[in-house]
């Protein structure tokens, strides 16, 4: 069974994610896989140069992930270049991964992914969990956890698919607005009746 996990940034999959891995399904990050084909020598590395240039560099010759960040999320033109470069990559690699896993016999695989439709990630999904959380949650936790300015963080929530378009996938709703062990006795509840095969 393979679990897609979406929802806007800071609407807190990462927190969900962490209770299923705690019920023993494996955690496919796809930030964690799209800071791996940015790393230096990588293919969407060079591209990344190629298009942007050096100032998106660090001294040590590794991408400068805010820098780049800010430019993207202020131009919609730009982000699209590097979703195109970088999105086949991501997906690529977590295909390979979920193979390399059900090979292995792993049972429940979460891919972990803010942009899971619009990579089109939910193809490999046999059900999609959606966290839904209020904008003004997502902009302060946004700007507690990454340290972004007000108009950064808004420019990234922008740059996302609204709500409405993504819940049109979804399989299961969880509103993250309520406090922890509440979010935490409803993730228990549905990951029971889903590997069940009741939900």
Request: aromatic fraction near 6%; glycine fraction near 8%.
């Amino acid at each position: 069974m393979v679990i897609g996990i979406t929802g806007g940034i800071a609407s807190g999959k990462s927190t969900i994610s962490k209770f299923l891995e705690g019920m023993g399904a494996y955690i496919i990050d796809a930030d964690e896989i799209g800071r791996e084909v940015v790393q230096k020598g990588e293919k969407a590395y060079n591209e990344i140069v190629r298009y942007f240039g050096s100032d998106v560099l660090l001294n040590s010759g590794e991408i400068n992930r805010k820098k780049l960040g800010n430019i993207v999320f202020s131009e919609p033109e730009e982000l699209k270049v590097l979703n195109d470069i970088t999105h086949p990559e991501i997906v690529k690699r977590i295909s390979e991964k979920i193979d390399d896993l059900k090979k292995a016999g792993v049972k429940a695989i979460i891919i972990d992914a803010a942009i899971l439709i619009e990579m089109g990630l939910n193809k490999y999904c046999d059900k999609i969990w959606f966290i839904q959380t209020n904008k003004e949650t997502q902009l302060s936790r946004l700007m507690e956890r990454d340290r972004f300015d007000s108009k950064n963080a808004q420019n990234r929530i922008k740059r996302q698919h609204g709500n409405e378009k993504n819940i049109a996938f979804a399989d299961v709703i969880i509103n993250n607005d309520k406090p922890l062990e509440k979010i935490r006795e409803e993730v228990k509840e549905i990951w029971d009746k889903t590997i069940e095969g009741k939900e």
